[in-house]
């Protein structure tokens, strides 16, 4: 796409977001340029009365005119500026729910793909820390119409001295002088080519690094890794690399202003200088002659000086519409990225006695960038009410079955069938309703814990209380005093609470069995928790999952036993499935091992 093209689609789109941004904006940008002009106009022409002395009455007319005039001005402009600053919090407030919204809505596998996650970042930092992107655009398109607005009234003023002057009739010293000027504009025009090319390889290279040394230093202070940064020094180590690039960066700063004295100020300085001088002399001989009055050389000379900074400017905000087309393209292409996944229609039967059979055939799997399948070949069928567990070394696809079967992502090779149907002939909201889920890696949110286990904004506090006590947070639970109201973590109230990793891992259970869906899956839901505990959960493990489905995860074997039917895994295949007994008669299989090792290292 061509870089126009993607400006007008940017601006298109941005006008979509907030219609009424873009017209206050230039309404604002005509307002606050005229005084500039209309003040000029006023002094030229009552420079013109005193000098003719005709009227009076005329001078005093036009001092209120100044006066009304300018208060006038200052007063509608405050009026739409007033309006512009709420289009434009509307247009940051829809653009980042329309940029979440994009997030949320994409695949799985698109979130997860290194080339999107990428994509998210430059998009991301070129906008918080070089301030690229729609922002500048925005930004940009403010000082465009500044300047186009300037160079119309010059223009126009120009001409009409232009006019006058031929009127008047021309001779050598008029013809030179108007020659100088035009030489003067066609100067100003190559000046600002020079000061663009020279300024902005600079200003793109110490953005590069301003981008790496932001890198380094957000994994500094992060809460999260404050632990290991510490116990293992790493804060050396980055306080080396930060520092590094901190001096690059200052050592970058002054070059970029270097760059800009030399091959922008002065030379901007100079030709505007060189503009005035000749519109001053061209001005004061045309009035001499008597071409126009006295009060027009304040007009000319006023107007005209500005044309020349304003070309210049005009020539600087091109190129720098052309470097931030190149993140406005990183932006396109996110809001491009097309959903693959198949969208099914099928509803989901809500069968109140929670019938649901599902069936993996043949179904294999290869993550999108991985060079080997995560799973192979996986055949066999459960039914609802079934426990059913799986075990298998690190690695072995446990993860990936769970993540297949709540469709995550689709299989590459075989299907996975719900009751006759190929699960991707779901409505997939509806299809996803079936199932609670707590992955290995869940997360809560920093909100308030009926929230967090509700899942929502508002929640039942009676159903939150009940899940939580099920899974054993009771006592924590009339611990707090406020209750289900209590925030987790301090991000958002410094009253939060800061919870243990196994109280963590209580409340994403809670979530799980509050949302009650006729399918549980557990994976590794009790790694966090201390010895009584896990025994606490596994005591009330049946009463927890109900009659429900259970597909359960666990490296603690013992635990498998009370499952129905055990699934095995080795390498991303089904080595073994059966019953606990069935599989430890197999004394070379791999269930066996497994067991085994366990038992030897509780025995020990
Ligand atoms: P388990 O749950 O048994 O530990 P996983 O299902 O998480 O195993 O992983 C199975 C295989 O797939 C592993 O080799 C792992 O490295 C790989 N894998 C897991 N997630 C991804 C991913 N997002 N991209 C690429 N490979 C992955």
Redesign the pocket.
Known sequence: MNNFKLNLRVFKFLSSLSPAFFPLLFLRQVLSNLPFFFNLWISAEIVNELVSAESERKIWALVCVALLGNFALSAITAVVRHYENKASTNLTDRHFAAFTKKILSLDYDKI?SSEIRDLRRKIEENSYINAYGWEYFVVLTERLLGNVLNIAYSMFLFAEMMILIARFGLNLWVILLCTGIISALILSVFVSRNATKKVSEKRKAVGEIMLDANRYDSGIPAYSAGKDLRIYKLRNVLGNITNHMLKSNIKGFKEVSTATLIHERIPKSATVLLLDALTYLLACYCCIMGAFPLGSVIKYVGYIGRLASNIIDLIILFTEYKINSQYLELYARFFDIKNEMYQGSLSVEKRSDRNFEIEFKNVSFT????A?P??KNISFKFRVGEKLAIV??????????I?LLCRLYDPTDGEIIMNDFNIRKYDYRQYLDLFSVVF?DYKLLSFSLGQNVGAGESFDSGKAEAALRGVGFGDRLDELEKGLDTMLYKDFDSDGVEISGGEAQKIALARALYKDAPFVIL?EPTAALDPLAEAEIYSRFDSIVGGKTAIY?SHRLSSCRLCDRILV?DK?EIVQYGSHEELLEDKTGKYFELWNAQAQYYNA
């Open positions: 997860e993550y999108p960038e991985a080997h995560a799973v298998g070394m690190n690695g072995s696809g446990k993860t990936t079955l993540k290995q994976d995860i895994l991303g």
